[in-house]
C-alpha cells in the first residue's frame, strides 16, 4: 500500500511540475503593465482554451498531492 501511494505521489509531482511549467507567464515586462489595463477592461479570454485545462490540471494536481502527503504521513510515520 505505500509503494501504492509513493508511486501516485510522484505521477502527481509530475504533473503538477509539468502542467505549472506549460502555463504562460502572467507578467509581459513593461509593455504589459501598459496595456494591461485595457486587456482587463477589454476582456482577454482565458476561460477557454489550454491554459484553462493547464490551470485545472494544476488545481487538481496540487490539491492531490497534499493530500497524499498527508495520508502518506500520517498512515506510515
Known amino acids: 500500500m505505500k509503494i501504492f501511494l509513493m508511486i501516485l505521489l510522484a505521477l502527481c509531482s509530475i504533473i503538477l511540475i509539468v502542467s ?19 486587456e482587463q477592461l477589454l ?9 484553462a485545462i493547464l490551470e485545472k490540471v494544476t488545481t487538481v494536481g496540487a490539491i492531490l ?9 500520517t498512515l506510515f510515520e
Open 65 to 73: 498531492f497534499i493530500l497524499l502527503s498527508l495520508v502518506i504521513v
Open 43 to 51: 476582456g482577454k479570454k482565458k476561460s477557454k482554451g489550454y491554459e
Open 20 to 38: 505549472v511549467l506549460l502555463q504562460s507567464g502572467s507578467t509581459a515586462g513593461l509593455s504589459g503593465s501598459i496595456a494591461g489595463g485595457a
